[in-house]
């Protein structure tokens, strides 16, 4: 089925962001942290992304959010290119796009109440009178699942739980249309984690959200994504509904990190498949495919050629030379 662009939210194409560094041995003078990425988030879906630390999630998000430049390539927020935005338009167009931190401690000002931090945003962007950005304040509260009362108190005096419920106040208080989460419940115990899961699965009904999940954690992408995009080291490897990508992971790496989820079903659980090795330097990344040096798979041409990402179906797609044979 074609996607219309009136249902994409987000378009990203040829993304690329690269950091100058002194030439090493393989003759490398740039670290690739993000290559070449292209993908879309319709409205109202949340796209899980998932890959181990140091695969460019979490840069792939800040370059999104502009919170870094990109070295190439375009973003596209309902078909407006962000890349090409400056002063006024650009925050105009940022209200519309808010992000979800993992440490929810170190992203509140410690010396502002929660009524000061969520106050800002209004002022910054002129929003309502006085009267109204309190009300605005009060509903979100209220709809984030904490007491109005609340409001005159500091960062400190709250559990992990309540401050990532602050964070999640924050982002909304400017009606976003997406909502960017990086890692927003690895720092909280597992049933906060579950609490948390839940208000976002309900605050995207209620404000008609769009999430880019960002996780290691694929039991958490489970249970919270309809899609699902691995990353490994800077490149897109694997992207795929939820239910396909944990029922026929087509990437060897999908398949690894599948299998050490355990699951809750009737079926023999599948035996897991442990990567040897650690991570690769992205300072100097194996040449051809990035994932050869821990591949069970690997042949003579996975060392020299990149595979390309390839399409299987309109929603289906993954990069590896196994699949391209077919
Ligand atoms: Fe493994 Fe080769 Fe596929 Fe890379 S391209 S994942 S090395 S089989």
């Not at 659980?269 to 990567?275: A, G, L, T, W, Y």
Request: proline content about 5%; aromatic content about 6%.
């Amino acid at each position: 089925m074609k996607i219309e662009d009136h249902e994409v939210i987000l378009k990203v194409n040829d993304l690329k962001k690269y950091y100058p560094m002194k030439k090493n041995k393989a003759g490398s003078t740039v670290v690739k942290a993000v290559d070449n990425v292209n993908f879309h988030i319709k409205k109202g879906e949340t796209l899980g992304i998932v890959g181990e630390s140091g695969c460019g999630k979490s840069t792939l998000a800040k370059v999104i959010i502009q919170l870094l430049e990109a070295t190439e390539g375009d973003i596209l927020l309902e078909g407006i290119p962000l890349t090409d935005c400056k002063g006024t338009k650009l925050k105009e167009i940022r209200r519309s796009m808010q992000m979800i931190f993992q440490d929810p401690y170190a992203s509140l000002n410690p010396r502002w109440t929660v009524e000061r931090t969520l106050l800002e945003p209004l002022i910054v962007h002129k929003i309502g009178t006085k009267d109204e950005r309190k009300k605005i304040i009060k509903n979100i509260m209220r709809d984030v699942g904490l007491d109005e009362s609340y409001l005159s108190r500091y960062p400190h005096e709250f559990s992990g739980g309540q401050r990532q419920r602050i964070g999640i106040a924050r982002a909304l208080v400017l009606n976003p249309k997406l909502i960017i989460a990086d890692e927003p419940v690895s720092a909280l115990d597992i049933s906060v984690q579950a609490q948390i899961l839940n208000l976002l699965k309900d605050l995207q009904e209620e404000y008609d959200l769009t999430y880019m999940f960002i996780t290691h954690d694929l039991s958490v992408v489970q249970y919270i994504a309809d899609r699902i995009m691995v990353m490994y080291l800077g490149r897109i490897v694997e992207i795929g509904s939820t239910e396909t990508i944990f029922s026929k992971p087509l990437h060897p790496y999908t398949e690894a990190l599948i299998s050490a989820v355990p699951q809750v079903t009737e079926e023999k659980s599948k035996e897991r498949i442990i990567i040897k090795g650690d991570l690769p330097s992205p300072t100097s990344p194996p040449t051809g495919c990035h994932f050869h040096t821990r591949c069970p798979f690997v042949m003579d041409k996975c060392k020299i050629e990149r595979p390309e990402l390839h399409f299987t179906n309109e929603s289906r797609a993954v990069a590896c030379h196994l699949h391209s044979l077919q």
